[in-house]
C-alpha cells in the first residue's frame, strides 16, 4: 500500500463520538457523560438531544464529493443508543455524504449493555464490525478498574454477537492494571483467542491526570506492575497471539489475515477523515480540529454554526505526525512516498537520525520501507521516536 500524505485528498472516513457510559473507568480520560443505569438511549432525553445536535453538526459540516469508506462509533459506550437513535445518524451520514458499498461501518460495544434485539438491530441498520470492550477476565481485575460489567457478562455478549452474524468481531484487552500478574495476562489472552474474535486489541494502560487512577497511583508505584513485568506482558501477548494465527500489524493490534480494521489504518496512514460530536478529532483539508469536550460548549458551537477556525497543518509537523502514526504500523513507512512528499534530503536525515537503532537492531529498510522491527522496535518506540523528532528538530 503505497501512502501518499496529501493534505489534499478527499475524506471519505467518519468518526462518531458517543459520550455516554454507565459509569467512567477509573483509566479513562475521553469526553464522556455518565447516564447510571440507564441501558438504553429510549429512556434518556439527554442522550436523545445529543443525537440531535449531532446530527446537526453533520448536517452543516462541508461534504467534500466522495462517499464514506469507514464509519467509526467510539465513546463513551455507543450501545448505550438505541437502535432508533444508531438509524437516525447512519441515516443523516448516509443523506450528506453518502455512504459507499461494502463500507465498514464499526461500533464500541460493552458487555452487559445490549441484548439480542439491539445487537440485531444494530446490525440491521449496518454495522458490520463490533469491538467489544473486554479489558479483563478476572473479576477482582474488572472491579479495580470499574467497570460495569462481569466476566459472564463477556461470554454472553460474545454468544450474542455471534448469533447476530457480525462478521467482523474485536476484542479489547488492557495490560500493566493494578495489581495484574502475569498468570492473569495469560489466562486473559488465552480466554480471548478461545472467543476467536476477528481481531484483538491490547492497550497498555497509561495514568492518565484527572482520572481517578490518576489519583490512586503514581507510575512505577505498587501495586502497579514493575516495567519488566509490563515489557513481559507485552512480549507474552505477542507470542500467544501471533502463534494462534494473529498478525501483529500495528503496536497494540493483532488481526487475523484479511481483518485489520480499515479505519484505524486511516488514522496511522495520517490520511483526512471527518470526525462529528464532543471531543471527535477531525482532519480535513490539512485541518486538525477538536470539538469542545463539555457537552454545553459543544452544544455552542454546533449552535453558531461548526466552525473550524485554525491553521492548516505545517509541513514539518505533518511529517513528524507521518512518522508517529506510519511507525506504528508493522509495514511501516513507503521510503518513495516519503520522498516524493518532503523530499529526498529528508529521507536520508531520518535514516541518519536513527542509525543507532538501525545498529541495535530495532529499525530496519526491507522492501522499500523503514519500520520498526517486532516486538524490541514496538516496545522501545516511544524512545525511538522521541529521540527522532529531537534530532529533526
Known amino acids: 500500500m503505497s501512502q501518499k500524505f496529501s493534505i489534499s485528498e478527499i475524506a471519505s472516513s467518519a468518526y462518531v463520538h458517543i459520550p455516554f457510559c454507565r459509569r467512567r473507568c477509573f483509566y479513562c480520560d475521553f469526553p464522556v457523560s455518565v447516564v447510571g443505569d440507564r441501558l438504553r438511549g429510549e429512556t434518556s432525553g439527554t442522550i436523545s438531544q445529543y443525537v440531535e445536535v449531532l446530527c446537526q453538526e453533520i448536517a452543516i459540516t462541508p461534504a467534500l464529493g466522495q462517499p464514506l469508506k469507514t464509519i467509526f462509533f467510539g465513546g463513551g459506550t455507543p450501545s448505550l443508543l438505541s437502535i432508533e437513535q444508531l438509524q437516525r445518524i447512519v441515516t443523516e451520514l448516509e443523506k450528506h455524504f453518502g455512504i459507499a458499498s461494502g463500507a465498514e461501518i464499526s461500533m464500541e460495544i460493552d458487555p452487559a449493555t445490549f441484548d439480542l434485539a439491539h445487537i440485531a438491530g444494530y446490525r440491521n441498520v449496518g454495522v458490520n464490525r463490533v469491538s467489544l470492550g473486554v479489558q479483563a477476565f478476572q473479576s477482582e481485575l474488572l472491579q479495580r478498574a470499574g467497570r460495569s460489567h462481569s466476566v459472564e457478562d463477556i461470554f454472553a455478549a460474545v454468544e450474542l454477537i455471534h448469533q447476530v452474524e457480525i462478521p467482523e468481531f474485536s476484542l479489547d484487552l488492557i495490560s500493566g492494571l493494578p495489581h495484574q500478574s502475569l ?69 497494540s493490534n493483532y488481526a487475523q489475515p484479511g481483518h485489520q480494521c480499515r479505519h484505524n489504518r486511516v488514522y496511522w496512514e495520517n490520511r483526512p477523515y471527518y470526525g462529528f460530536g464532543m471531543g471527535a478529532a477531525s482532519y480535513v483539508d490539512g485541518k486538525r480540529f477538536t470539538r469542545p469536550r463539555k457537552t454545553r460548549e459543544y452544544y455552542q458551537w454546533v449552535q453558531a ?76 518506540s516511544n524512545v525511538v521516536l522521541a529521540e527522532l523528532f529531537e534530532k529533526l528538530e
Open 183 to 251: 498468570d492473569q495476562w495469560q489466562d486473559s489472552l488465552e480466554k480471548a483467542v478461545a472467543l476467536v474474535p476477528t481481531h484483538i486489541s491490547i492497550y497498555d494502560l497509561t495514568i492518565e491526570p484527572g482520572t481517578a487512577f490518576g489519583r490512586y497511583y503514581k507510575p512505577g508505584d505498587t501495586p502497579m506492575p514493575t516495567d519488566e513485568a509490563t515489557v513481559k506482558m507485552y512480549q507474552m501477548g505477542q507470542q500467544v497471539l501471533t502463534s494462534a494465527g494473529y498478525e501483529h500489524y500495528e503496536i
Open 305 to 380: 454554526g461548526g466552525v473550524i477556525d485554525c491553521d492548516v497543518t505545517p509541513p514539518k509537523e505533518v511529517l513528524l505526525e507521518t512518522l508517529m502514526l506510519g511507525l506504528r504500523l508493522a509495514e511501516g513507512l513507503s521510503l518513495a512516498a516519503l520522498a516524493e512528499a518532503f523530499g529526498e534530503e529528508k529521507v536520508e536525515e531520518i535514516c541518519w537520525c536513527l542509525q543507532e537503532y538501525f545498529d541495535k537492531g530495532w529499525v530496519e529498510v526491507a522492501g522499500g520501507r523503514l519500520r520498526l522491527i517486532d516486538p524490541q522496535g514496538f516496545l522501545f
